[in-house]
């Protein structure tokens, strides 16, 4: 089944505890991205990728990192975590830049 | 920055009517793009419109485009309660080929 799946999907952590949000996808797809989502503020994207080793911030980079070794997966890391980073994360993969995009089932993270 | 405004924020009409939602954006694009999401669930594209493209029809969805103002809207004919959900305009502006940036969402309910 053509999927793109996150762990983990819950997760509570403190301030400043390092974190890593995987995200893989079995579609082949060269494209890869990751949102936050907020109420009232929508989706916003945080960092993209357009290929390995290709990647490239978003509107709202800071505090985090990425990284894109292989073409099915696409990390999302989070160094020293801070409360406001508490939200709700996907990852995305599409096949060409701009078109229909597959979302992830979210990770909803809480920093205290 | 925000590119697309979904209008209104929150709909609820009964099962068997017609739902429209209308999204404005600022800036010229390749292309706007609807997706839906369930509560607290990944999204799921529905339908991709170009920019040369004025109407588009998927199932009990229309999707229409005019550019020169700038606005798209989605209807949804013959409403279910399985649509009830959250509906959000994406648009592709080009730059850098994965610029997808999203609305705010108009929240669908569908009354019994």
């Known amino acids: 089944e053509a999927q793109v799946t996150q762990n983990p999907r819950y997760l509570i952590t403190v301030t400043g505890k390092k974190l890593t949000v995987t995200c893989s996808q079995n579609?082949?797809?060269?494209?890869m991205s990751w949102y936050r989502q907020d109420p009232g503020l929508g989706l916003r994207q945080i960092y993209y990728s357009m290929n390995v080793e290709v990647t490239d911030k978003g509107d709202v980079p800071e505090g985090y990192k990425v990284s894109r070794k292989e073409k099915r997966n696409f990390p999302l890391i989070l160094e020293s975590p801070s409360p406001n980073q508490t939200s709700l994360y996907f990852c995305?993969?599409?096949?060409?830049?701009?078109?229909?995009?597959?979302f992830g089932p979210g990770t909803r993270l809480t920093v205290l | 920055s925000q590119q697309g405004e979904e209008d209104p924020q929150a709909l609820s009409i009964q099962e068997g009517e017609n739902a429209t939602m209308n999204c404005s954006y600022k800036t010229s694009i390749n292309n706007l793009q609807w997706y839906r999401q369930n509560s607290g669930r990944g999204l799921v594209h529905l339908i991709l419109?170009?920019?040369?493209?004025r109407e588009k029809h998927s199932g009990r969805l229309r999707v229409t485009l005019d550019t020169s103002k700038k606005s798209s809207s989605l209807l949804i004919t013959a409403s279910r309660a399985a649509d009830t959900a959250s509906y959000f305009c994406?648009?592709?502006?080009?730059?850098?080929?994965?610029?997808?940036?999203f609305g705010q969402g108009t929240r669908l309910t569908i009354n019994p």
């Open positions: 579609m082949n797809h060269e494209y």
């Open positions: 995305a993969s599409n096949n060409r830049g701009g078109g229909e995009q597959f």
């Open positions: 419109i170009r920019s040369n493209e």
């Open positions: 994406a648009t592709d502006a080009g730059q850098g080929a994965q610029k997808l940036v």
